[in-house]
């Protein structure tokens, strides 16, 4: 009677590095927990608890009848972080048109001042330099089209170089015809090796180079490339993918999986008018 028992206490215990881990049951299903996600970045609640405890469990009791405790939500976070990046690879990224932007933005993990103090992302996070200054923590590389839609994304450390991610050709295997980038992509190397795969690499040059034909289409499309930081702003601003109160990197990368998803489902994305553009270029032309 006393083997049955104790079997019966250890039945929701399983065994991981040699140590004894609770294997709790809960009702709430995956999807449960992605939609929750999903819906958090895509409303305008800026804290996941206060989301979670004042509006999930108060006023979608229908939607959600079987909720759990909220520190029990966020371990269930680091379990779907897998489905979400599936999810977002095969159902969520649009289709290449030909003309496509490229850039990267800082994901800070604390400001650079507690760099040495974070204990969240040690031997994660790195130091890394941007447009504005020196940060602490990851790079998020974007490519999309020019109707807004993200294409592909890359996470990497914060003193990767740029250039890196184009190098990896599953990064770019769904891209063809003309990358817009900034000054921080020339690369001849680089710009050869994305030729040959069908890719023009547009960017501006440095001070220190010698002057290269373009063409005056090309010229007015660098001029557009702002609109990739228009999409790094409301992913930052509205999907709320940055900020410092993470406990864990699971967590991490499912809010940010999650922000691009519900990016991805917003009706309104910053678009380019490529008829009107190249309208006006004719227009100079004959003038």
Known sequence: MQILKSRMRNKHFFKTNGKKHRNRLYNLSDSEVITILILFHAGQFRNLKHYYTQYVQVHLKKEFPKTVYYN???????????????????????????????????LRACHISRELSNKVFKGLATKGQCSIGWFFGFKLNLIINDKGEILDFMLTQGNVDDREPLKNKAFHDKIFGKLFGDKGYICKTLFEQLF??????????????????????????????ALIETV?????????????????????????????????????????????IVENNQICKLA
């Open 72 to 106: 029990r939500f966020t371990e269930l976070q680091q379990k779907v972080a897998m489905p979400m990046a599936i999810f977002l690879k095969t159902c969520c990224l649009g289709i290449c048109t030909g003309v496509s932007f490229i850039d990267s933005t800082p």
């Open 196 to 225: 040959i795969n069908g890719i023009h690499l547009i960017t501006k040059i440095r001070k220190n180079m010698k002057n290269s034909l373009m063409h005056i289409q090309d010229k007015v499309m660098l001029k557009k490339r």
């Open 232 to 276: 790094n702003d409301e992913l930052k601003n509205m999907c709320q993918i940055e900020h410092t109160r993470h406990r864990c990197f699971g967590n991490f990368l499912t809010n940010l999986l999650s922000g691009l998803i519900a990016y991805s489902f917003m009706p309104k994305k910053p678009t380019l008018k490529i008829e009107e």
